[in-house]
């Protein structure tokens, strides 16, 4: 229960610094944005990177299922 109230004032805490200074926020809306926009292509890249690697890692196990079902055939 402890997490849940501390995440909801966490979220709000979010909320609040985004929101335009005209609604009591802190204006931080356009800097959250260049924010994303820089960090998008950077996080995009990684998952690219991970999605190559596992699809390597997931060739290689079924090349290598496929070897030994031939070996246990023969």
């Not at 802190?26 to 596992?54: C, E, Q, Y």
């Not at 997931?58 to 030994?68: G, I, L, W, Y």
Request: aromatic share 8%; charged share 25%.
């Amino acid at each position: 229960m402890k997490s849940v109230i501390i995440g909801l004032v966490i979220l709000a805490g979010a909320v609040f610094a985004i929101l335009p200074k005209v609604y009591y926020g802190l204006g931080w809306g356009n800097d959250v944005l260049v924010f994303l926009r820089g960090g998008s292509p950077v996080l995009l890249i990684l998952i690219g990177m991970i999605a190559v690697f596992i699809g390597i890692a997931n060739m290689k196990d079924r090349a290598e299922a496929k070897k030994e079902e031939k070996e246990k055939k023969e």
